[in-house]
């Protein structure tokens, strides 16, 4: 089922996320171009998966949909016993309210925001023992979802196996960019829980990249199927509770038991919370669609097409310089925003300001991951997120390759306008979950800034003329800035003027598909900024006329003036605007 776009004007963007009280999650769907606030619920379903709705059992009790649900779980997970709830969070309230008792340590890999709430609410507390490397954000280490496993047996020590109802593992860490947990850890792990009587459990939401990523990277998994090592994960669990939203490409959720007794202690809370034990607060038709999910998510051409569009994406934004969580993981592109934007502080929501930039910017709705996403501390103070990210989701079988270029074009933009972004403060904040449904508002008028500097197109056509906007001296990101004779030498001016051209040709590049397409520069127009008595502003602009010479040969000589200025916007040192005429079609 396809579903129109519409790009909205840049002011009607801005007028948008005002009225959403800078808050994502409170934009208009009709109002978005392209939506990676999430992979939950927004998968494109197989063919398969729709046909199979038309089967579904719409009986209260005993429906055949959920047997047949049940069985296909048991058969790829070995477990046998299955409580159906209506997602991912639901499952958690079940898990929680089970077994969380006030004062209890619930240990993790890493949190996630709904599994985190759920225990605080009852009086338990979260231990995160990730390994120290899973919150670098630059690296080449495969699995950084792994947990400490010596901080996991001093953690048991210092609780008692008494005072901690499970340990829970999060395949493809959500919360620090989607990163993976490695086999050889999860069976690390559970096996020290096993010695100490610890009930272990596994949020199998997005196991589906994580699968993909143990047959890739873990050496001793790669000749093993997807069906073989889903086993061999689950062999080593007593509860499996995932969110279909994800896994699955559905929408519900289920709890897989091992122990019989252990399913009886929970399966009341079912019908309390969710529904009948056959259905769990969920649709037939969407339980029909979850089933044939689960078998496709065995399917290696299926589960490859995320990583492969995210790690894409991971690519072309860090060869520009956009500071990424590498290596790419699971879930969808993540960028670092604490080097995204130093300037402005965490404490100030910077995660979800940038979110609110992009849109503004581009249409793109992303999802703040850092410490708008956190709780105050009991005392009131801000809990400081560990990393701040803004995560850019890819639901799959969705985006196609040019919407992902028109991604990485705009997050591009945006990192070399990055110092018009501000920062954002809370008009009304729930005391939980406050990222859902949170009111916020500019520190300054930022916004409006942002919104002006993208009023203007890179380049604008009149006949076989091309009028290319003034292009600054940015470096792959970086800010080339400082005046002519006070901060910089000629040279370094010279060369912030080549850099203005060859960044011409990459918006030329981008606006033709090939620099072939055109005759001859006609003239260009540049700016210098520089002290009062610099004189020097036609030795400067050299560097960028030699660009384009040695682009075109004698087509590329220009028409040219030279100007000098105390400043240019974001304190460039050098700005081009040019003409080019275009051969005839």
Request: charged share 25%; net charge negative.
């Given at each position: 089922?396809?579903q129109q776009l519409?790009?909205?004007p840049?002011a009607?963007r801005?007028e948008?996320?005002?009225?959403a009280?800078?808050?994502?999650f409170?934009l208009?769907?009709g109002?978005?171009?392209?939506d990676?606030?999430?992979?939950s619920g927004v998968?494109a379903?197989?063919?398969?998966?729709?046909?199979?709705?038309?089967?579904?059992?719409?009986?209260y009790a005993?429906s055949e949909t959920?047997f047949?649900?049940?069985?296909?779980l048991?058969?790829?997970?070995?477990?046998?016993?299955c409580l159906p709830a209506h997602?991912?969070r639901?499952c958690e309230?079940?898990?929680?309210?089970r077994f969380?008792?006030?004062?209890s340590?619930?240990?993790?890999?890493y949190h996630f925001t709904t599994a985190?709430?759920?225990?605080?609410?009852l009086g338990?507390r979260?231990e995160?023992l990730?390994?120290?490397?899973?919150?670098?954000?630059k690296s080449?280490?495969p699995?950084?979802g792994?947990?400490?496993l010596?901080a996991?047996?001093?953690?048991?020590q210092?609780?008692t196996p008494a005072?901690?109802?499970?340990?829970r593992?999060e395949?493809g860490?959500?919360?620090?960019g989607?990163?993976p947990?490695?086999?050889?850890?999860?069976?690390a792990?559970?096996?020290i829980?096993?010695r100490?009587g610890?009930l272990t459990?596994l949020d199998?939401?997005l196991?589906?990249?994580?699968?993909?990523?143990?047959?890739?990277r873990?050496a001793e998994?790669?000749?093993?199927?997807?069906?073989e090592?889903?086993r061999?994960?689950?062999?080593?669990?007593d509860i499996?509770?995932f969110?279909a939203?994800?896994?699955g490409?559905?929408r519900?959720?289920?709890?897989l038991?091992?122990?019989e007794?252990?399913f009886r202690?929970m399966?009341?809370?079912?019908?309390?919370?969710e529904g009948?034990?056959?259905y769990?607060?969920m649709?037939?038709k969407?339980?029909e669609a979850m089933?044939?999910?689960?078998?496709?998510?065995?399917?290696m051409?299926?589960?490859s097409?995320?990583?492969?569009?995210?790690?894409?994406?991971?690519?072309?934004?860090?060869?520009y310089?956009?500071?990424?969580?590498?290596?790419g993981?699971g879930?969808g592109a993540?960028?670092?925003v604490?080097?995204?934007?130093?300037h402005v502080?965490q404490?100030?929501?910077s995660?979800?300001a940038?979110?609110?930039?992009l849109?503004?910017c581009?249409?793109?709705?992303?999802m703040?991951?850092?410490?708008?996403s956190?709780e105050?501390?009991p005392?009131?103070?801000e809990r400081i997120?560990?990393?701040?990210?803004?995560?850019?989701?890819f639901?799959?079988?969705?985006?196609?390759l040019?919407?992902?270029?028109y991604?990485?074009?705009?997050v591009?933009?945006?990192?070399d306008?990055?110092d018009l972004?501000?920062g954002?403060?809370?008009?009304?904040e729930?005391?939980t979950?406050?990222?859902f449904?949170?009111v916020?508002e500019?520190?300054?008028?930022w916004p409006?800034?942002?919104?002006a500097?993208?009023l203007?197109?890179?380049?604008?056509?009149?006949?076989?003329?091309?009028f290319?906007?003034g292009?600054?001296?940015m470096?792959?990101?970086v800010h080339l800035?400082g005046?002519?004779?006070v901060?910089?030498s000629?040279?370094?001016a010279?060369?912030?003027?080549?850099v203005?051209?060859?960044?011409t040709?990459?918006?030329?590049?981008?606006y033709l598909?090939d620099?072939n397409?055109?005759k001859?520069?006609v003239?260009i127009l540049a700016?210098?900024?520089?002290?009062?008595?610099?004189t020097?502003?036609?030795?400067?602009?050299?560097g960028a006329?030699?660009?384009?010479?040695?682009?075109?040969?004698?087509?590329?000589r220009?028409?040219?003036?030279?100007i000098?200025?105390?400043?240019l916007p974001?304190?460039?040192?050098v700005?081009v605007?040019?003409?080019?005429e275009i051969n005839?079609?």
């Amino acid at each position: 089922i396809v579903q129109q776009l519409h790009l909205l004007p840049t002011a009607q963007r801005l007028e948008k996320m005002q009225r959403a009280g800078f808050n994502t999650f409170q934009l208009h769907n009709g109002d978005i171009f392209l939506d990676m606030l999430t992979d939950s619920g927004v998968n494109a379903m197989s063919d398969l998966q729709q046909s199979a709705m038309l089967r579904a059992d719409d009986a209260y009790a005993g429906s055949e949909t959920f047997f047949r649900m049940r069985d296909k779980l048991e058969e790829l997970f070995g477990i046998p016993f299955c409580l159906p709830a209506h997602q991912g969070r639901a499952c958690e309230n079940i898990l929680a309210t089970r077994f969380v008792k006030p004062g209890s340590c619930v240990i993790m890999n890493y949190h996630f925001t709904t599994a985190k709430a759920h225990i605080t609410r009852l009086g338990g507390r979260v231990e995160e023992l990730v390994r120290a490397e899973g919150l670098v954000s630059k690296s080449s280490l495969p699995f950084k979802g792994n947990i400490d496993l010596d901080a996991l047996e001093a953690c048991i020590q210092r609780e008692t196996p008494a005072n901690i109802p499970f340990v829970r593992l999060e395949a493809g860490t959500n919360l620090i960019g989607g990163q993976p947990i490695s086999f050889a850890n999860m069976q690390a792990a559970t096996a020290i829980c096993r010695r100490h009587g610890i009930l272990t459990v596994l949020d199998a939401s997005l196991l589906q990249d994580n699968l993909y990523f143990i047959k890739t990277r873990e050496a001793e998994m790669k000749d093993l199927s997807i069906r073989e090592i889903t086993r061999r994960i689950a062999d080593q669990f007593d509860i499996i509770y995932f969110s279909a939203r994800k896994f699955g490409f559905a929408r519900g959720g289920a709890i897989l038991v091992r122990d019989e007794e252990l399913f009886r202690s929970m399966e009341d809370l079912i019908p309390m919370f969710e529904g009948f034990l056959t259905y769990g607060g969920m649709s037939v038709k969407e339980m029909e669609a979850m089933t044939v999910g689960f078998e496709e998510s065995m399917n290696m051409d299926v589960i490859s097409q995320g990583p492969q569009f995210i790690d894409y994406c991971v690519d072309r934004l860090s060869e520009y310089g956009v500071p990424v969580i590498t290596p790419g993981g699971g879930l969808g592109a993540h960028i670092d925003v604490k080097e995204f934007l130093p300037h402005v502080p965490q404490a100030e929501y910077s995660a979800c300001a940038l979110a609110c930039a992009l849109y503004i910017c581009g249409g793109i709705r992303g999802m703040e991951r850092g410490t708008l996403s956190e709780e105050r501390e009991p005392d009131g103070t801000e809990r400081i997120a560990s990393m701040e990210l803004l995560r850019l989701a890819f639901p799959r079988r969705v985006f196609t390759l040019s919407q992902t270029e028109y991604v990485i074009d705009r997050v591009k933009w945006l990192f070399d306008h990055r110092d018009l972004v501000g920062g954002l403060r809370f008009v009304h904040e729930p005391a939980t979950l406050r990222f859902f449904t949170g009111v916020l508002e500019p520190t300054s008028d930022w916004p409006e800034k942002l919104a002006a500097a993208g009023l203007y197109k890179p380049v604008n056509q009149a006949g076989n003329l091309l009028f290319v906007s003034g292009q600054g001296s940015m470096d792959k990101g970086v800010h080339l800035t400082g005046r002519v004779g006070v901060d910089v030498s000629a040279e370094q001016a010279q060369y912030a003027a080549r850099v203005c051209a060859i960044n011409t040709l990459t918006a030329l590049e981008a606006y033709l598909g090939d620099l072939n397409r055109i005759k001859r520069c006609v003239k260009i127009l540049a700016f210098v900024a520089g002290a009062d008595d610099f004189t020097g502003q036609a030795q400067v602009v050299n560097g960028a006329s030699q660009v384009f010479i040695d682009a075109f040969g004698e087509e590329g000589r220009h028409a040219r003036s030279a100007i000098g200025t105390n400043s240019l916007p974001l304190g460039l040192t050098v700005e081009v605007e040019s003409i080019f005429e275009i051969n005839e079609d």
